[in-house]
């Protein structure tokens, strides 16, 4: 069983843990508490975090595009104000040292257990601007005290003090005269009947060791919590009590401490019962310790998170298997992590209903044991969905939708690398439209737009799944023919592809016709390099370009002494890098 003080700084480990930026605001904005994340992340100490507001003037932030994030607009302001919760918010925040760390924050406002009055609000921020994730830790430490002495005859009343008891309330030898009675006298009022209740234990023996917590003056007039303890080392003949000596020693500040430590462990509780994550807290028996509504939620567990308090969660894989994609990397790879007990951050995962998840796996140590662990899982569906249509807009041209020209270089190196089949054949293709400019100055750009998208859809019917089409730019088109070719059959593809575009294309209410001509370089016979394919098939390009519309060239049948640039010629351009 954790004690109170180990149960906080498990948490306050949990916290340090967190991969992402926490913070905890009043209702007037104020930072209460923040991690060390946060400290991290902007660049300022706890100290100075602490009682900052979101719309101090040295808070300075910006927007995406450079324009000044008012104060007022920051997330966890805008959830005190409305109280509802901010998510996926951007912003740039100027750091001391001068460099500028963008955060993505998420602020929820925080309600009394009846969710009646808002008494503050959580805000968490990871760093996007690098993916850095470190881990600190707390160390509570309390120093040790010195004990007073003290020693009682019953018989006499007298009570003797020892100097240490003496400096530590302050009390001068020449001028107290220490006795029972004002003993009594010095314990705060309302303490006196449980320090007498406590006594009269001992003295019948209900108790080995007399152990009493009250508040007592100290010679300023101060009250302070003492402990006091002390046995009877002498009985007489009718077991009444003759000596009794114990110790007193000043407690106010380990019971401030306590104080504290039971108001950040409700506080920290809050925090995590409010986190925009799915948390369970799990101890060394796998019973469960804590877990959030967010985490029922994940996994579609009915129960209220308090009810779930003390679970077996020894088979709770094995019945969540089937949410996953991957039931049995699920399964195997959280035994692996309970085996070993390192931390793991930001695995991927994915679910049947096309969720993503990111599972982070924290154990917990405590004075070097294993106590249990924590699972934290975030929902980065929408993230990763941005992500993917980011990188496909980069990688793909917007008009067309095929791949792009860094696409196909890409591609291409890869099919090339060393650890590729370097025997292994196919072609490039390197094409244009006859007559595209005519097309533009006549109907328009608008119409030659619609008719590369013509273009590429009939390009891509005469081709197979496996074979890569790309816009390179403008009207020209490169293809890398996935295959094990003989010339001929590459020639039948051009073939193809030259009498499916010469046909006419219906763009609005004009019927236009273009033709196309193709460069072929064959690897490895034409070259065994992207620049050095791309050019070849450039070349051949420009050599059925002299024959005419609708024309093709492979590269093997230029005549060295009349191939384009040997004799003054300017061969066709294109871009290599």
Known sequence: MLTTSSLFEDYANLIQAMPEGLVMQDTDGRIKVCNPRAEEILGLSRAQLTGLRSIDPNWRAVHEDGTEFPGENHPAMVALRTGKEQRNVLMGVHRPDGSRVWININSSPVYDNLRRHLTGVISTFSDVTAIKRTERRYRFALDAMDEGLWDLDFITGELYLNDRWHEIFGFQRDSFTPDARLMVHLIHPEDRFEARQALWRHLRNQNDIYNATYRMQNETGEYRWIQDRGKVIEWDERRRPRRMIGTQRDITQLRELQRGLHVNHARLKNLIMNFDAAILVEDEHRKILLVNQKFCDVFGIPARPEMLIGVDCSRAAEQARHLFLDPEDFVNRIDELLVHQKKSLAEELLTVRGKALERDYI?????????????????????????????????????????????????????????????ERFSIFYMDLNGFKQVNDTYGHAAGDELLKEVALRLKSVLRENDLLARMGGDEFALLLNADPESESAQDVAERIIGSIKKPFTVGEHSITVGICVGISVHPGDGADPRTLLHHADLALYAARARGHNQMHFFQTIDINKKPGASGQVPHKIAFT
């Open 363 to 423: 154990p917990i140590f405590f004075e070097g044991e294993y106590r249990g662990h924590m699972w934290i899982y975030r929902d980065i569906t929408e993230r990763k969905n941005y992500q993917d249509m980011i990188t496909h807009k980069a990688f793909h041209d917007y008009l067309t939708g095929l791949p792009n020209r860094d696409f196909f270089l890409q591609k291409l190196d890869d099919r090339l690398k060393p650890d590729a089949a370097q025997a």
